[in-house]
C-alpha cells in the first residue's frame, strides 16, 4: 500500500486515478510515500523519512524546495504542458486587451449609470468611443521569451493572427525546437528581440538564472508604446522598474496574472489573480498528469518530468531484480556503491 497526502484542491478525475486496492489518498497522512500539490509553499515543511517523490501539477516548482529535495533523494516531477493550451488562450486574450480599449472601454459604459434614455446615451457613445480606439495585431510584431510547450503554441496562435513572431530561448530544446514554426525568428540575445517588438511574452520558469529578467536596464530598450505580458512568474519581472516606465511613458503597458500592490489601479497595468491555468480541463490534464508520473516512480521505479533527477527508464524484463541509482558526481561515490554491489554477491552485466 502506497500512502499519499495531497494539498490544495487536486482534481477529482486526476485522483480517481489511484487505485483504490494499492493507494490511500488523503490531505493527512502523516508518513506519505509522495505528496501531490499545486501551489502549496513546501519551503517550510519538514519531510519524513518515508517520502520518495513529490507531484506538482504544474508547471512552476517554485514553491518547492528542489536542493533541500535533491540532498534527501526525493523527486520532484512537474506537468510541463498539462496546461499550456490554457495559458496560451490567456495570454491571447491579454493581447487583444492590450491592443484595444476594452475594460477602458467597459468601465466608461459602467459608469453611464445617471443617463436614463437610449438615444441620449447613444449619442455620448459615438461622440466618447475616440477614446478607446486601439490598434490591430495584424502586422504587429511579438516577441516571445521562453519557446518550451506555452511559447510554441502562442507562437502559432500569434502567427494565425497576421502577426510577425520573434523568439528568444538560449534552453531550447530539441523537441520544442522541432515543434516551433519555421516563421518563428530566433534572436539571438533578450536584448536584441526587445529593441524590436510591439508585444513581448514572458513564458520561461523563477529561477535564479531568470530573476528579474526584465529589469530597468533592458525596459530602456523597449518601443514607448511596447505591450509586456507576463502570465509566467512574478519574480522573472521587476514590476516596480516596470512601474517607473510606465510613470515615465518610456512603455505602453504592462498585462501579468501576478498582481502586487504598486501594481493596483495603475491605469496602464492590467493584473489578474493568478488565473492562467485555471480552466477545468487544465486541472484535469495536471492532476492526470501528476498522478501518473508519480505512480510510475513509485510503482516502477522509473522517472519522467523530473526537475532534479534524471529521466530514468527501465522495462521489466525476466530478470529478479531492477536496479537503478543515482550518485553525486564526484570521485569514489561509484567505486562504493559497486563495492557494495560485490559484497551481497550481485553481478553486473550491463
Not at 502562442?154 to 523568439?167: E, F, I, N, P, Q
Not at 534524471?310 to 537503478?324: F, K, L, Q, V, Y
Amino acid at each position: 500500500m502506497f500512502y499519499i497526502k495531497t494539498y490544495n484542491k487536486i482534481s477529482p478525475r486526476g485522483l480517481a486515478e489511484f487505485p483504490a486496492d494499492f493507494y490511500q489518498v488523503s490531505d493527512s497522512e502523516t508518513q506519505p510515500h509522495g505528496l501531490l500539490l499545486r501551489s502549496q509553499k513546501l519551503h517550510d515543511e519538514e519531510f519524513p523519512k518515508s517520502l520518495l517523490g513529490i507531484a506538482r501539477a504544474g508547471a512552476g516548482t517554485n514553491n518547492i524546495p528542489i536542493e533541500r529535495c535533491t540532498d534527501q533523494g526525493i523527486v520532484v516531477f512537474n506537468t510541463p504542458g498539462a496546461n499550456a493550451n490554457a495559458v496560451k488562450e490567456l495570454v491571447l486574450a491579454g493581447l487583444l486587451l492590450g491592443s484595444r480599449g476594452i475594460i477602458q472601454g467597459h468601465d466608461f459604459v459602467n459608469g453611464l449609470t445617471d443617463i436614463q434614455e437610449s438615444d441620449a446615451m447613444s449619442k455620448l457613445l459615438e461622440a466618447e468611443k475616440k477614446k478607446y480606439a486601439g490598434s490591430e495585431l495584424m502586422g504587429k510584431t511579438l516577441g516571445i521569451v521562453g519557446l518550451g510547450a506555452i511559447g510554441s503554441l502562442v507562437a502559432d496562435a500569434a502567427l494565425s493572427l497576421g502577426m510577425k513572431v520573434m523568439g528568444y530561448d538560449p534552453a531550447l530544446s530539441i523537441d520544442a525546437a522541432w515543434r516551433l514554426s519555421s516563421r518563428v525568428q530566433r534572436m539571438e540575445s533578450l536584448e536584441q528581440l526587445l529593441g524590436k517588438v510591439d508585444y513581448v511574452t514572458l513564458h520561461v520558469p523563477a529561477i535564479e538564472a531568470t530573476k528579474n529578467l526584465i529589469n530597468e536596464e533592458n525596459l530602456q530598450l523597449m518601443k514607448a508604446n511596447a505591450v509586456i505580458l507576463n502570465f509566467a512568474r512574478a519574480a522573472i519581472v521587476d514590476s516596480k522598474a516596470i512601474v517607473t516606465a510606465l510613470d515615465a511613458h518610456a512603455l505602453g503597458q504592462y498585462i501579468c496574472d501576478f498582481p502586487e500592490p504598486w501594481l493596483i489601479n495603475h491605469d496602464r497595468v492590467t493584473a489578474l489573480p493568478h488565473i492562467g491555468a485555471s480552466t477545468s480541463e487544465a486541472e484535469e490534464n495536471c492532476a492526470t498528469m501528476a498522478v501518473s508520473q508519480l505512480r510510475e516512480f513509485l510503482e516502477h521505479g522509473n522517472i519522467k518530468n523530473s526537475v532534479n533527477f534524471p529521466a530514468t527508464e527501465m522495462a521489466r524484463g525476466n530478470t529478479h531484480a531492477r536496479i537503478t541509482f543515482t550518485n553525486l558526481n564526484q570521485p569514489g561515490v561509484l567505486g562504493d556503491v559497486l563495492s557494495l554491489f560485490a559484497e551481497h554477491n550481485i553481478n553486473i552485466v550491463d
